[in-house]
């Protein structure tokens, strides 16, 4: 029911702005990347680009160039499949066309799904365009975790929230037993950290059981009709894909709280902390640790992260992480 009427609500103000010319540069779209926030991202650029009169028609050719994301003067950019990451490359050639001018005499658009996905360079790129966005130019930002978006990206985008739906509320399963692992470091021996790798690995067990039984249920339902080793393959490449997600997302997670550490250690105003609510439990962790120690302890997840990319089983790259910062 909530996610219909923040649709309607969201297409209300989008077709609103866009009669009365006002439409902004660029807009993050919260949502699920293969579900709402995709039809609804289709939705708006048909608005802009259907040429009858009643838009969007859905059956003129530029509503269905819209549909199979082929239309001229939009350019679709999405994560590469094995690093699941925006490239920088990539982002600049969306640039690069926005800025040309545009087939129809008309919008440009550059839509990025997944838009989390971007890295820093992928990120200071868009963020130069969006500083000095050209004129009947459109960026969409879909995405299910704008939390993972950089602060300066949201700030110059409006965002529009569809649903709080299951890719929304995706990281609940695994936020709270990660925050209760978090609360108690560092660990305090190897022994003391190989238990905290311990702990997380059967946070990404379950977190890997939910994801085989959605990606299941969403095979099971598909039409095509998959042999059965196509079907295996599939589903074990779907599955990876998407830990590897939440995989990056929990490093993400415990980088900022090292970050938090950091801006204690260094006496940074707490209202900017990110986990105000453990603001005690930072503190005496804080107390544990000198500028220095935890601007290491960041290049530590930091490095954390790169290792994952480059293939190595996430517990083993956790266990040496947690031995790594045993204090
Ligand atoms: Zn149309």
Not at 15 to 22: I, M, W
Not at 147 to 172: F, H
Not at 235 to 244: P, T, Y
Not at 261 to 278: A, K, Q, Y
């Amino acid at each position: 029911m909530e996610t219909i009427d923040l649709h309607a609500e969201a297409w209300e103000g989008i077709r609103n702005s866009y009669e009365n010319n006002r439409l902004a540069h660029a807009y993050v779209i919260v949502g699920s990347p293969r579900g709402n926030a995709l039809q609804f991202s289709e939705s708006f650029l048909k608005l802009l680009y259907c040429s009858a009169t009643e838009k969007p028609c859905n059956e003129c050719t530029n509503c269905r160039l819209i549909e199979s994301h082929k239309h001229a003067d939009t350019l679709w950019i999405e994560p590469q499949s094995k690093a699941r990451q925006i490239k920088a490359d990539d982002v600049r050639g969306l640039v690069n066309r926005m800025t040309q001018t545009s087939f129809e005499g008309g919008w440009k658009a550059g839509i990025l799904v997944s838009a989390e996905c971007m890295n820093t360079n992928s990120a200071n790129v868009l963020l130069k365009t969006l500083e000095e966005p050209p004129k009947k130019t459109l960026l969409l930002l879909i995405t299910d975790s704008p939390q993972a978006l950089l602060p300066t990206i949201i700030s110059r985008c409006q965002k529009i929230v569809l649903a709080e739906g299951k890719a929304v509320g995706k990281n609940t399963l695994w936020e709270a037993p990660l925050m209760e692992l978090l609360r108690e470091l560092p660990a305090t021996s190897g022994l003391d950290a190989s238990r905290l790798a311990g702990k997380l690995k059967a946070i990404l067990d379950t977190v890997k059981a939910e994801i085989t039984e959605s990606i299941e249920e969403e095979l099971g339902g598909n039409d095509e009709a998959l042999d059965e080793s196509k079907l295996k393959e599939t589903l074990e490449a779907r599955i990876k894909a998407r830990l590897k997600e939440v995989q990056s997302e929990v490093f993400r997670v415990m980088l900022d709280w090292y970050r938090d550490i950091l801006m204690l250690v260094s006496r940074v105003d707490t209202e900017h902390l990110i986990f105000p609510n453990d603001q005690n439990i930072l503190k005496e962790q804080a107390k544990e640790h000198t500028q220095s120690s935890a601007l290491q302890a960041i290049q530590v997840v930091e490095g954390m992260s790169r290792r994952l990319d480059r293939n190595i089983p996430a517990v083993q790259i956790f266990d040496e992480a947690f031995r790594k910062l045993v204090r």
